[in-house]
């Protein structure tokens, strides 16, 4: 079950072994700051001014693959109105697992939140990106052999490169100094998510005017900073009831005054309780 508001939706449920789509078109309903259970390569044909992977805002050029871990926060298009061209191949990472056994740490840029990836596929490697992609479209059935073999051709050709890209230092990011600085936002944020913090607080951290950290920090992340500290809280809050955690100790842990608030907050951003969402993690 998903909220019908997309900027109140943080995880979008993925189940198949992948999914391929292609999209060239326009919104008027941006999607907010999200996460999904499986990873998403995302290849945009389009410049996307901000974009954001786990805690940092950058710019992403057209021709750009950018390898989103499963259970990353990203946001990666947002201005209403205008068209975005992109591939977006989406992969169930328990499914690799499953498939790779032991090899499975090949694949560990998949899973690894903190560690998104940016390839850049252009010239005759992004035609030869594009084409492997519009094969994977044409397949009818994932599950038959054909659609299991295009999708390991065009793994394949992605994995190399990632592989390559992995074995060098950390990428240098294409960060604005007003990205740099809601970056730092960000981390603030994120080292705080156990507290109650406010604008306040936050700006009187920076030395900023409270006014101009909020029309700052929206001008980069569409949202305002209350809405996005919300749904960071919430999303460890998933992380936690995933790896085992009760209900009870993650409200405790994440600062709410009460269960009645928590239970609030989570079903109102995941559209489920923290207990419904913990117990089909606990199944599985």
């Known amino acids: 079950m998903q909220n019908n508001n997309p900027l109140n939706t943080i995880l979008f449920p993925v189940a198949p072994p992948y999914d391929m789509v292609y999209k060239n078109e326009a919104t008027d309903n941006p999607v907010g700051p999200h996460s999904h259970n499986a990873a998403e390569l995302y290849y945009t044909l389009t410049d996307l001014p901000d974009v954001l992977l786990n805690d940092t805002v950058l710019e992403v050029k057209a021709g750009t693959l950018i390898i989103i871990p499963a259970f990353c926060t990203h946001q990666l298009y947002h201005e209403a109105g205008k068209a975005y ?109 156990r507290e109650n913090i406010g604008i306040p607080d936050i700006a009187a951290h920076f030395f900023l005017n409270p ?41 405790e842990t994440l600062g709410y005054s009460s269960y009645a608030y928590f239970f609030k907050s989570f079903q109102k951003i995941t559209g489920m309780s923290p207990s419904r969402y913990r117990n089909q993690y606990q199944k599985k």
């Open 85 to 193: 061209e992109r591939y977006i191949l989406s992969i169930n990472t328990g499914w690799v697992d499953f498939v790779f056994c032991e090899g499975a740490a090949d694949f560990a840029y998949l899973s690894d939140s903190p560690s998104p990836l940016l390839l850049t596929m252009t010239g005759k490697k992004g035609e030869e990106l594009k084409a492997r992609f519009n094969r994977l479209l044409k397949v009818k059935d994932i599950t038959s052999i054909t659609g299991i073999n295009t999708f390991f051709e065009v793994f394949s050709f992605i994995h190399e490169s990632a592989k390559q890209l992995n074995l060098k230092k950390k990428q240098k990011l294409p960060v604005t100094p007003s990205q740099k600085r809601v970056n730092e936002i960000i981390s603030y944020l994120q080292e705080n998510i």
């Open 211 to 251: 006014d101009y950290l909020a029309r700052l920090f929206k001008s980069h992340m569409h949202i305002s900073i209350g809405h996005y500290f919300t749904l960071q809280k919430i999303n460890a809050a998933e992380e936690l009831l995933r790896t085992g955690s009760t209900v009870t100790e993650v409200q």
